[in-house]
């Protein structure tokens, strides 16, 4: 079987060479990286590759990966379409440009979303390297979430195929729809994990300010961050205490609105994606 033609924008920037870096080599893909900066293509010579105009590039490929910023990404796309032969695939690395409706679009191409999960917490990493691969597609396995936009349902297989090539080692694959995947992210992983997370280091920094040690706070955060986790999310048998519990409630009633679950209604997704990629704050 002949290989696929692969033509990466941005395939200098950060996770333009996360992607480099597994396809370059992949049996069954030919990788054209197109980079316009110049320090982009510096990234790409130490990779050994050179990069290859859009328009030499774009109209040979089978698969058109946009691995760009979300405030550009609308724009990029309506001048990379058009280049498209009939039949190819554009994909994107995440949602938010499909979902607030500015990805180009043609009747004879496929649109394809996908996004990593990211190694999980209470994973079975034996591997140091892999133990320290936090993002994914280096060393630890991860899942992967993927949803055909539009295109023929044949066209599905294929966009998992390079996905899964892309974000290796991929241990499964999720086919959910974009919607789906906006309401996984931004919706749930960021605007409400990402956020808890940074109020949990700013609680670790005013320990330090009120006079706890750095190194004492530090290593009870780390435990304290573990062992709630693994109680919600059943990785352990054992409930928190009765006293956990009471000021858990009088946590959340300090920290959190009571309406704070309206982040993950239809309008309120589709307000944070388009904040997203007109790179301004939601609302």
């Given at each position: 079987?002949?290989k ?16 480099v ?8 893909y030919?990788?054209l990286p197109?980079?316009p900066?110049?320090a982009?293509?510096?990234?790409l ?14 109209p ?7 691995a760009?910023?979300d ?7 309506h001048?990379t379409a058009p ?6 695939m554009m ?8 979902h ?12 394809f ?8 917490l ?16 280096v060393?630890?396995?991860q899942?992967?979430?993927?949803a ?8 599905y ?5 390079l ?9 499964r ?20 994990t990402?956020?808890?997370c940074?109020?949990i280091r700013?609680?670790?920094?005013l ?6 040690p750095?190194?004492?706070a ?7 961050v573990?062992i709630p ?5 059943g990785e ?14 009088h ?5 959190f ?5 309206r982040?993950?209604?239809p ?10 990629v007109?790179g301004?704050?939601a609302?």
């Amino acid at each position: 079987m002949s290989k696929k033609i692969v033509a990466l924008l941005g395939a200098g920037g950060k996770m333009g060479c996360r992607i480099v870096d597994n396809l370059k080599n992949h049996p069954d893909y030919d990788l054209l990286p197109i980079e316009p900066s110049e320090a982009g293509a510096g990234r790409l010579a130490e990779r050994g590759l050179t990069p290859v105009p859009a328009a030499e590039a774009v109209p040979k490929a089978d698969y058109v990966i946009l691995a760009l910023p979300d405030t550009i990404l609308g724009r990029v796309s309506h001048d990379t379409a058009p280049l498209m032969k009939p039949g190819a695939m554009m994909l994107t690395l995440d949602p938010a440009a499909a979902h607030a409706g500015v990805l180009a679009d043609r009747p004879d191409i496929s649109r394809f979303v996908t996004h990593p999960c990211h190694p999980p917490l209470f994973g079975d990493e034996t591997d140091p390297e892999a133990r320290r691969d936090f993002f994914g597609g280096v060393k630890a396995k991860q899942a992967i979430v993927c949803a055909l936009m539009s295109g023929p349902d044949e066209a599905y297989g294929g966009g998992e195929a390079l996905a899964t090539a892309m974000y290796a080692p991929v241990t499964r694959s999720h086919r959910i729809t974009v919607e789906q995947m906006a309401i996984l992210e931004p919706a749930m992983a960021e605007t409400v994990t990402a956020c808890c997370c940074t109020i949990i280091r700013e609680a670790m920094d005013l320990a330090i300010a009120k006079g706890v040690p750095p190194e004492a706070a530090k290593d009870f955060m780390m435990g304290h961050v573990n062992i709630p986790l693994a109680i919600v999310f059943g990785e352990v048998g054992s409930p928190f205490s009765d006293g956990a519990k009471l000021i858990i409630e009088h946590g959340r009633k300090m920290l959190f609105k009571e309406d704070w679950q309206r982040v993950f209604e239809p309008e309120s997704v589709r307000e944070q994606v388009e904040a997203i990629v007109q790179g301004k704050p939601a609302g």
